[in-house]
C-alpha cells in the first residue's frame, strides 16, 4: 500500500472521529460529565448522591464515644444536639448525654442532659416486665411448673413419628368402634334369644300344667271306673 493512501486512510478517519465528536451521544472531557443526566448515571451505577450521603452520615458526625466523662469534657467543637456515648459514667454504667447550650464550643464549658443509661434500660426490662408483656400477645400462654411437671411425664427413648402414631390411633378407634358395633348386635341377638326362651319356657310350663290337670282328671275317670267295676260285679 502507497504511503499516499495511508495518509488519505488517516485524514478519513480524523475527519470521521471529528464528525462523532460533535455527536449529541458522545460524552465529552471539556464538560466534566455535565452532559450526563446525574441522577439517571448515580442509579445505573448504583451510587447516591452528596445529599443523600450526608442525610445517611449526619447522625454520625454529631456523635461522639468516649471513654468517661473526662474524656467527654475533653471534647472540642461540639455543637447543639450533639450526642455523646459515655462508656462509664463513673458507676462503670455507659449513658447517652444530648448537648443542650454550648459557649466555647468545648465539652468542659457545655451542657449536656442525660437522655439514657444503662441503669434505666435495665429496669425497664425486668423478668416480670418482660413475662407480662410478652403473655399479653394474642394466642400466648403462660408456661408454668404445673405444665412442666406434665411434660416430665413423657419420656421418648427414641424418635417417633407423630402421623405414624396418629394413624395407627385412628386404624384402632376404627377396629374398637366396629368391636363395639359387634358386641352391640349380638348383645341384641342374646336378648332375643332370651326372649325366644323365656316364651318357650312359659309354654312348657303351661303345658305341663295341662298335663298335670290331665293325669288329674284321668286318675279321677279312673277311680270312678273302678268303682263301678266293683258295684257291677257284686250286682251279678
Same mark, same amino acid.
Given at each position: 500500500m502507497s504511503e499516499f493512501i495511508k495518509i488519505k486512510q488517516i485524514e478519513g478517519l480524523s475527519a470521521d472521529l471529528a464528525t462523532r465528536a460533535l455527536d449529541a451521544q458522545v460524552v465529552k472531557i471539556a464538560n466534566n460529565l455535565s452532559d450526563v443526566n446525574a441522577g439517571t448515571a448515580r442509579t445505573n451505577l448504583s451510587l447516591y448522591s452528596k445529599t443523600e450521603v450526608d442525610a445517611l452520615v449526619i447522625g454520625a458526625r454529631n456523635a461522639f464515644n468516649v471513654a468517661d466523662t473526662t474524656a467527654r469534657n475533653a471534647?472540642?467543637?461540639?455543637?447543639v444536639t450533639d450526642r455523646v456515648?459515655? /462508656? =462509664?459514667?463513673? =458507676?462503670?454504667?455507659? *449513658?447517652?448525654?444530648?448537648?443542650?447550650?454550648?459557649?466555647?464550643?468545648?465539652?468542659?464549658?457545655s451542657t449536656f442532659k442525660k437522655i439514657a443509661d444503662e441503669d434505666l434500660f435495665t429496669n425497664a426490662l425486668t423478668?416480670? *416486665?418482660?413475662?407480662?408483656s410478652y403473655e399479653s400477645n394474642a394466642d400466648t400462654f403462660a408456661f408454668n411448673g404445673t405444665y412442666k411437671g406434665k411434660l416430665d411425664k413423657i419420656t421418648v427413648a427414641a424418635n417417633v /413419628?407423630?402421623?405414624?402414631?396418629?394413624?395407627?390411633?385412628?386404624?384402632a378407634l376404627a377396629n374398637a368402634a366396629t368391636a363395639q358395633s359387634t358386641a352391640n348386635s349380638a348383645s341384641t341377638a342374646a336378648s332375643s334369644a332370651q326372649s325366644t326362651a323365656n316364651s318357650a319356657s312359659t309354654a312348657a310350663a303351661a303345658a305341663q300344667t295341662?298335663?298335670?290337670?290331665?293325669?288329674?282328671?284321668?286318675?279321677?275317670?279312673?277311680?270312678?271306673?273302678?268303682?263301678? !267295676?266293683? *258295684?257291677?260285679? !257284686?250286682?251279678?
Open positions: 471534647l472540642t467543637g461540639l455543637k456515648f459515655v /462508656n =462509664d459514667d463513673g =458507676d462503670t454504667k455507659w *449513658a447517652l448525654y444530648i448537648v443542650t447550650a454550648v459557649t466555647t464550643g468545648t465539652g468542659s464549658t423478668a416480670a *416486665a418482660v413475662k407480662a /413419628n407423630l402421623d405414624t402414631i396418629k394413624s395407627t390411633a385412628d386404624s295341662t298335663a298335670n290337670n290331665a293325669a288329674t282328671a284321668a286318675a279321677t275317670a279312673q277311680s270312678t271306673a273302678n268303682s263301678k !267295676e266293683d *258295684a257291677f260285679t !257284686e250286682t251279678i
